[in-house]
């Protein structure tokens, strides 16, 4: 179904042209009921819409909008195991990683959930193994330091967990490579004792140049070490992949491969065997508390009515600024320190996810589809980007998200936290008047010719969107919830915009161009098959 022939799009389009006449400062006035009324909750996440340009008129219009583009069916679909992703012929079913109980979950007629569970449960036999000090390297001595090698969502969705929930970590030391730049990895060795470092090469095919490059040089790093046992490789690599046949050729002990499907997309892995070194930074137990947020969450997607439905809601207000006013991107304002990873793996989810122009059927598309997703922790981004959010031409929307506790916090620096994440979103919407900046530099001394030259300057127009998320806290489950609610968002948005939303061949493109320059660079190769431009990149490259 195109959107844009539906009469919710209509209705939305004839709706935008006034949807900034009437501030949001006025909006409020005239309804001091409206913060409580937009506002809902579920698995520990407040979510306070307020402060968005609409009104009762223009959010059911937008829950119209994803009611006729058939969300909750093909969210159902989703659910029961449908090949979703018909580019590719795959069932899509990251939630099936986190379902609890025992229930069942089918693809083509097979349950998943006992080849589900047995994996996990290796995992964290592996990962209790490694924390206890039971596994031991090829010295005999205990593991200190993880290194997990992959890239996107093999790298992205276990760092940024990581890095969140590091305040409660007790097992091992992480440390994360997915560059290929050999500063990544030489820097992340650098003081790590071979006999104690342990390697998590996650690669579903074994087979990303990206990975294995850095795996041969971890590879070699450790044979050096070991005076060229390669016996040592078995008890400092293990692999997250499909391919046994090259995971054993590396040298790693098949009994330490852990699998997973492909119904699992990458950014959508962190829940699988991919969330290994998560297990081993936190341990099973809290690794479970991360599956059961996620899974709460699953269920308020597919239970809760539209109107209170976390998702649903912060998807269609998404629309309703990428297709009716206008705006290109989308901030991601994380005021906890530890979720400073947290823009990066959200802008992998989203733009890899939607970032399409094609509908599910092949025709081209003439709307906005996905936006671009960008920000960094809100703190210091107030010192930053925070001034072209206040005062710059685009309309951007922001979400803050801030936990209300986290273990080790210190009082005083949590009130000021706050305060700072508060007083942005409200800045944001009200902005300052020029009879406001007047008075305030009046009060100053400032008078005559120079007061009236520097007011443009200082005046605000606000009416700015913003959604504030409050988490209760900063743990294992209300992470699991967080990240859930955005996989879910995501997938409301690429429903009604038409779209699949879990294949990405854009990535591809790029590796295979890639594969055929690297040959060109080592000599094994013509690039008389490339672009003027890239003749000229690759001649230079070698000259140099």
């Known amino acids: 179904m195109n959107p844009t022939l539906t009469p919710a799009w209509q209705t939305l389009s004839s709706m935008a042209a006034d949807a900034g006449s009437t501030h949001m400062r006025e909006l409020f ?4 009921q409206r913060a409580t009324r ?12 307020s402060k968005n340009r609409i009104n009762d008129e223009v959010l059911k219009a937008l829950l119209a909008l994803a009611e006729t583009c058939q969300v909750a069916a093909q969210r159902d679909a989703m659910y029961a195991g449908a090949p979703f992703n018909n580019t590719e012929g795959r069932a899509v079913l990251h939630i099936a990683l986190r379902r609890q109980g025992d229930g069942s979950v089918l693809v083509d007629g097979q349950d998943v959930m006992p080849g589900v569970r047995e994996v996990r449960q290796r995992c964290y036999d592996f990962a209790t193994r490694v924390r206890s000090g039971a596994w031991l390297g090829y010295t005999g001595l205990t593991i200190t330091d993880v290194v997990n090698i992959g890239i996107g969502g093999s790298d992205l969705g276990p760092l940024m967990v990581c890095e969140a929930l590091k305040p409660q970590a007790d097992g091992p030391r992480l440390h994360f490579v997915s560059n290929v730049d050999s500063a990544q990895i030489v820097g992340a060795l650098k003081g790590l004792d071979p006999a104690r470092t342990l390697f998590i090469i996650a690669s579903k095919t074994f087979t990303t140049i990206e990975t294995l490059t850095n795996a041969r040089t971890a590879r070699q790093w450790l044979l050096d070490a070991a005076g060229g046992d390669e016996a040592a490789i078995a008890r400092h690599f293990v692999a997250v992949s499909t391919n046994r046949e090259k995971v054993t050729a590396f040298g790693i002990d098949p009994d330490n491969m852990f699998g997973f499907w492909d119904w699992v997309g990458g950014r959508y892995s962190l829940w699988s065997a991919i969330g290994l070194p ?3 930074a936190i341990g099973p137990q809290a690794f479970d508390e991360l599956l059961r947020g996620a899974y709460d969450m699953d269920e308020h ?6 109107a209170q439905n976390l998702p649903v809601l912060l998807a269609v207000l998404g629309i309703w600024y990428v297709n009716f006013l206008g705006a290109r991107s989308q901030v991601i304002a994380p005021y906890n320190q530890t979720l400073h990873r947290l823009p990066a793996f959200l ?3 989203d733009m890899e996810s939607n970032g399409k122009g094609v509908r599910r059927e092949g025709e081209r598309i003439a709307y906005s589809t996905g936006p671009v997703i960008w920000g960094e922790p809100g703190i210091n981004g107030q010192h930053a980007y925070f ?12 979400d803050f998200i801030l936990a209300l506790r986290q273990r080790g916090t210190l009082p005083n620096h949590q009130r000021t936290l706050a305060a700072s994440c508060f007083a942005q979103s409200a800045a944001l919407m009200r902005g300052k008047t020029a009879d406001e900046v007047r008075a305030e530099l009046n009060a100053r001394g400032m008078s005559g010719d120079a007061l009236e030259a520097a007011i443009p300057h ?5 009416n700015r969107p913003s959604n504030t998320l409050l988490l209760e806290a900063l743990d294992p489950y209300h992470l699991g919830a967080l990240v859930a609610l955005y996989e879910h968002k995501v997938f409301v948005q690429g429903a009604i915009w038409g779209l699949n939303s879990f294949d990405q061949w854009g990535v591809e493109l790029g590796k295979q161009l890639a594969s055929g320059i ?3 660079l080592a000599g094994t190769a013509d690039a008389s098959a490339y672009d003027a431009s890239t003749q000229a990149l690759i001649a230079r490259s070698t000259t140099s």
């Open 458 to 462: 200082r005046v605000f127009s606000g």
């Open 347 to 349: 802008q992998q989810l």
């Open 301 to 306: 997607f597919r239970t809760a009515p539209f």
């Open 518 to 520: 690297e040959a060109v």
């Open 278 to 280: 998560i297990m081993i």
């Open 387 to 398: 001034q072209l959010l206040h005062q710059g031409t685009a309309l951007i929307p922001v």
């Open 38 to 49: 937009y506002a809902t909750q579920a698995c520990g996440i407040h979510l306070d819409y």
């Open 29 to 32: 006035q005239v309804d001091p």
